[in-house]
Nanobody, 115 residues
Framework: QVQLVESGGGLVQAGGSLRLSCAASRSIREINVMGWYRQAPGKQRGFVTSIMTDGSPNYVDSVKGRFTISRDNAKNTVYLQMNSLKPEDTAVYYC?????????WGNGTLVTVSS
């Protein structure tokens, strides 16, 4: 089992920035895909972004141009840089990792964007 621990959430004003971190308990090179989902109150958890082992990113349309996913293999950590934040970005953000036969989830970090 791989443990994923998110950090970096908090309260920011609209237009501000946050950087989320996801630290894994083993090398992220052993995980095919890593990324982030988010869940707002009363809504279903939805995809935000992912990054492949070759570094190729994918983003949901609503965050393109504002969010950037990256990884530091030496630190076993994936990052989500969030710029130009909007109130609709308010949610609990969950890190995930997908290996060949398993999917792993963190416990989430709360991002609140005020207007």
């Amino acid at each position: 089992q791989v443990q994923l621990v998110e950090s970096g959430g908090g309260l920011v004003q609209a237009g501000g920035s946050l950087r989320l971190s996801c630290a894994a308990s083993r090398s992220i090179r052993e995980i095919n895909v890593m990324g982030w989902y988010r869940q707002a109150p009363g809504k279903q958890r939805g995809f935000v972004t992912s990054i492949m082992t070759d570094g190729s990113p994918n983003y949901v349309d609503s965050v393109k141009g504002r969010f950037t996913i990256s990884r530091d293999n030496a630190k076993n950590t994936v990052y989500l840089q969030m710029n130009s934040l909007k109130p609709e970005d308010t949610a609990v953000y969950y890190c995930y990792g997908r290996a060949t036969w398993s999917t792993y989830w963190g416990n989430g970090t709360l991002v609140t964007v005020s207007s």
